[in-house]
């Protein structure tokens, strides 16, 4: 499996620098940005339920091979489970107001880019790298842990505000106010970015890092896109919010 692993890295590093020149051009189109010509399309509840399984079962089949259920590998898959049961099993019925379809096409590449890291980070944190009960004492883990703490509440708070919104203004688009969305467009970008910044410090790893190379890529212009589109939309839009990073970007 080995082999695998070390392809998986490169995929995942390469496609991270395709997805980033391409989303800067062309946004992908589900959501706000949804349009015709990308083929058939799925509700977008079960499109976020099949895209994202890959990711916590292979990791947790890959914790339950590695014979290794340590406290400390114990945590990585509470914490990683945390976010992505969440994202497959909840976040896609929580979903209210405006569900637009999404294409066929994303759900494929999302599909292989979870499998790639669900195996990358499983087999990597799990069967190569060797953590034991003192690495919860160091700085790369306290540090990484509270990023990744921080982003996730960061994320999960936005998503959350932005269901009310969509659930109290169904079939418009409306401003979002308050909060972090008086500083940036889109917190729950920003959120996401932080907490796989932060696992790729707490595991101090090669999938980390990857993952969270990607996961810059993937967001980071779409929260570009979608704060140019807030303002072409909207008219009265605030001139001194930000797009992902506060007072920056």
């Not at 998986?8 to 940005?33: E, M, N, Q, R, T």
């Not at 509440?153 to 308050?178: H, M, Q, S």
């Amino acid at each position: 499996m080995f082999w695998f692993y070390k392809l998986s890295l490169i995929l995942i590093f390469a496609f991270a620098g395709i997805v980033l020149v391409l989303l800067i051009f062309i946004p992908a189109p589900y959501g706000k940005f949804l349009r015709k010509g990308w083929g058939p399309a799925i509700k977008t509840k079960w499109a976020w339920m099949i895209m994202e399984f890959p990711s916590p079962a292979l990791m947790i089949l890959l914790f339950l091979l590695s014979g290794r259920m340590h406290m400390i590998q114990i945590i990585f898959l509470v914490l990683w489970a945390s976010h992505y049961l969440h994202r497959t099993f909840i976040y896609p019925f929580s979903l209210s107001g405006r569900e637009k379809p999404c294409p066929v096409l994303l759900v494929v590449m999302a599909i292989l880019f979870n499998c790639l890291n669900g195996f990358a980070n499983g087999y990597g944190i799990f069967h190569l790298y060797y953590y034991t009960f003192s690495w919860l004492m160091t700085w790369k883990f306290l540090t990484g842990f509270i990023l990744f703490i921080t982003g996730f509440i960061i994320n999960k708070t936005a998503d959350e505000k932005l269901r009310r919104l969509r659930k109290e203004n169904p079939g418009e688009y409306v401003i979002p106010n308050g909060w972090l969305f008086r500083y940036i467009s889109s917190p729950h970008y920003f959120g996401e970015i932080i907490e796989w910044t932060g696992w790729a410090v707490m595991t101090w790893s090669l999938p980390g890092l990857a993952f969270a190379v990607f996961t810059f890529a993937n967001l980071f212009p779409r929260a570009i896109s979608s704060h140019k589109w807030y303002k072409e939309k909207f008219h009265d839009y605030p001139a001194e919010r930000k797009a992902i990073i506060p007072f920056i970007v």
